[in-house]
């Protein structure tokens, strides 16, 4: 009986056909699943997640739309990707859980309105987001590790294998190092996204010496169609202005021209 249950979703021709469909195409998983218009920020870190191999980091402001994206990614790739893995961390792993797992919630009930014969297929716990009869195969977790233990957040291989970074410019190299040490096969895609809160360390580099395996963008809060302009004037008032190292990174989303002397807290 089990058995039967496990293969009717593999077996069933629309869900073929959504796979083939979706598989290379993030960014149109999201306009057709989703039902929304990501604006030019969002499409431009989907289209860079949905590549085959992809290694990307987003150095951006407040409210840009990040976590949407994030959430977004984990629903297409757990479900276009049979047996995949996809794992979310970040220096804070409750923050990842209040922010981008809550929004997971309104991805995922969008995909099931798109694609009713999908319902109850995929199944979201507290720490875990997997399919049906495949628990511990085939599934998407938040995780994270201490800086003395890295290892523990090892041991994930997968040929569909997706990690998400989220408050990356925070997260110990050590930890990164471990993360990154999984990603041995073709499909496996990695993604950082964080303010610019230091000059050192993988995210800051992935900017500079490791340009070369990034493709690196910077989303500016001014430039985004989901931030309001009272905002963006409080900031101007709270930060002190333009040249504030903390408007810089919180805001304009970069490095600040000038760190020395200060400390950014995330």
Avoid at 36 to 44: G, L, S
Avoid at 64 to 77: F, L, M, P
Avoid at 125 to 141: L, P, S, V
Avoid at 192 to 206: D, K, V
Wanted: a positive charge; hydrophobic letters at 35%.
């Amino acid at each position: 009986m089990m058995k039967a249950s496990r293969n009717k979703l593999l077996s069933d021709p629309r869900y073929v056909e959504f796979c083939i469909r979706y598989r290379h195409n993030l960014y149109r998983y999201v306009i057709e699943v989703g039902e929304i218009q990501p604006t030019w920020q969002q499409a431009q870190l989907l289209k860079a997640i949905e590549k085959p191999g992809a290694r990307a980091a987003c150095s951006s402001g407040h409210g840009t739309g990040k976590s949407k994206v994030y959430a977004t990614a984990i629903d297409w790739h757990l479900r276009v990707y049979p047996f995949s893995n996809t794992l979310l961390t970040a220096n804070n792993i409750s923050q990842c859980r209040s922010v981008v797992w809550k929004e997971l919630d309104s991805v995922m009930n969008a995909t099931d309105r798109a694609f009713p014969f999908m319902a109850g297929h995929f199944i979201k716990e507290t720490k875990r987001y997997y399919t049906k009869g495949y628990k511990d195969t085939w599934f998407a977790i938040p995780k994270t590790a201490a800086k003395y233990k890295p290892e523990s957040i090892a041991g994930m291989h997968n040929k569909n294998y997706l990690i998400l970074v989220d408050e990356a410019s925070a997260l110990e190299d050590e930890i990164l190092e471990v993360l990154r040490g999984g990603l041995t096969e073709e499909r496996n895609r990695f993604a950082m996204i964080s303010q610019y809160t230091r000059a050192s360390g993988h995210f800051h580099e992935a900017f500079n010496s490791l340009s070369d395996i990034y493709e690196t963008m910077q989303f500016n809060s001014e430039e985004s169609p989901l931030v309001s302009k009272n905002y963006i004037r409080e900031c101007l008032i709270t930060y002190g202005g333009h040249h504030s190292p903390e408007y810089q990174i919180r805001v304009l989303g970069r490095r600040a021209d000038n760190l020395s002397g200060y400390l950014i807290p995330l």
